[in-house]
């Protein structure tokens, strides 16, 4: 028996010590190429501004779900379209295709699809190469700090948005745009600028729109 279970033991071994070496040389591939740092990076500057900026001021769970796990899967996939010298607009052009047909299933604001193709964006920027590390880091610093400057509350405190849900269709509420929008003045109590009708519901006879209102 001592013969026999020798070799089995001596195999493992060899196969475990095999496992080591594969995921020892992946480790080292990684590191010396600088997709660690800069995978962490990204998923650092992602979470600043969907989950420090968006979700914040908006509240929206499932568009920073997407958001977020848009942004790693397009940075895993312009790593390895950048490690085989695809072309990085072809790459970029594909990831605004599929982002098309990701957003096209429900009608979101042009705020959601700002941050959106911001998750996205900086996906490709840290995802490039040829580029220093620094040099990554200073441009998500600006972007970010352009996207917290110009969606502070504090610049566009006058006015701002919410999503509503009517019980009921209002008959005018696509032919007459000015009585809809008094009839909504009213209901809310403040004074409504514009709105916008997400989803019409003639079975359950329930509207969502999107309001916007001056404070």
Do not use: W
């Not at 610049?155 to 809809?180: C, H, N, Q, R, Y």
């Amino acid at each position: 028996m001592t013969h026999l279970t020798a070799p089995v033991c001596s195999q493992n071994a060899d196969h475990t010590g095999g496992k080591n070496r594969l995921v020892n040389i992946v480790l080292e591939h990684l590191i010396a190429s600088g997709i660690i740092e800069r995978f962490f990076l990204n998923i650092a500057a992602m979470t600043v501004l969907v989950f420090g900026l968006f979700y914040q001021r908006y509240r929206d769970k499932e568009l920073v779900t997407a958001a977020s796990l848009f942004n790693i899967f397009a940075f895993g996939v312009l790593t390895i379209l950048g490690s085989v010298e695809f072309s990085l607009a072809a790459g970029f052009g594909l990831f605004a295709i599929l982002a098309l047909f990701t957003l096209r299933s429900e009608q979101i604001t042009k705020i959601e699809i700002s941050y959106f193709f911001g998750a996205v964006a900086i996906a490709v920027i840290c995802s490039i190469k040829g580029t220093t590390l620094p040099f990554v880091i200073a441009v998500i610093v600006l972007v970010l700090l352009a996207a917290y400057l110009f969606d502070h509350p504090r610049i566009l405190k006058s006015v701002d948005g919410i999503k509503v849900t009517l019980d009921k269709i209002e008959p005018d509420a696509l032919s007459d745009t000015d009585k809809m929008r008094r009839e909504l003045s009213d209901r809310l109590g403040v004074e409504v600028m514009s709105y916008q009708i997400v989803a019409l519901n003639y079975i359950t006879d329930m509207a969502q729109i999107s309001v916007f209102y001056r404070k």
